[in-house]
């Protein structure tokens, strides 16, 4: 079983601040996708990552996939109330692997 | 533009039960998959199916049955519903691109 570890578990801050979101594993995935999940909702995709060492960005988000094709990170910068949500990452190899996500509250 | 079309949304369920939640997308995408999402576990595999008639076991099978008759539908069926199987279930539809789709949810409660 491919295991991806997200970390922080639950992170709050407040409207301004910049932060980062990791996602972890010790296995190689072929691409590595980020969703992004309201409640009540189910996911909606943000970015998938292909290459190694790509790097995307999507207005305030910026997405990195590792050298190696193992880890990933999300960058926030400035968040804003409309980010709070429970942020997923998840690896692609012969199926979709979800990692346990990330709780974001970001506090007016 | 529908996409994927869960129902019901909310079900309550006495132990023992039987129930089919539905799954319908219209997007021909030959591969659909159901997973469960409870608090701190993220989202699990349960099924998943590549094309009509093709159908596979995901992480935690047990106690879910699937069928893929057609392109459209993926329903999942709970055999014997236990209060164990109280969560959150999403249907997925998965594009060429690996992008997935996924529906509102069923919040399923077993008492």
């Known amino acids: 079983t491919q295991l991806l570890e997200q970390s922080p578990q639950f992170l709050s801050i407040q409207e301004g601040e910049n932060l980062t979101v990791y996602c972890n594993s010790s296995?190689?995935?072929?691409?590595l996708q980020w969703y992004r999940q309201e409640p009540g909702e189910g996911p909606v995709l943000l970015v998938t990552v292909v290459t190694g060492g790509e790097v995307k960005k999507l207005k305030r988000l910026t997405f990195q996939f590792g050298d190696a094709r193992k880890d990933s990170s999300l960058h926030i910068t400035a968040a804003q109330p409309g980010d709070t949500g429970l942020y997923l990452c998840?690896?692609?190899?012969?199926?979709?692997?979800f990692g346990k996500g990330t709780k974001l509250s970001v506090i007016p | 533009n529908a996409g994927v079309t869960q129902t019901p949304k909310f079900q309550v369920l006495k132990t023992g039960q039987s129930m089919t939640l539905q799954c319908a997308q219209d997007?021909?995408?030959?591969?659909m998959s159901w997973y469960r999402q409870d608090p701190g576990m993220g989202l699990r595999l349960i099924h998943y199916s590549v094309g009509a008639g093709i159908t596979d076991q995901g992480e935690v099978p047990n106690g879910y049955n699937v069928s893929r008759s057609t392109t459209e539908d993926f329903p999942l069926r709970l055999l014997s519903a236990a209060p164990s199987q109280t969560s959150v279930y999403f249907c997925?539809?998965?594009?060429?691109?690996?992008?997935?789709?996924f529906g509102q949810g069923t919040r399923l409660t077993v008492v």
């Open positions: 998840a690896g692609q190899s012969y199926q979709l692997t």
């Open positions: 997007m021909n995408h030959e591969y």
């Open positions: 296995s190689v995935f072929s691409s």
């Open positions: 997925a539809s998965v594009s060429e691109n690996t992008e997935a789709f």
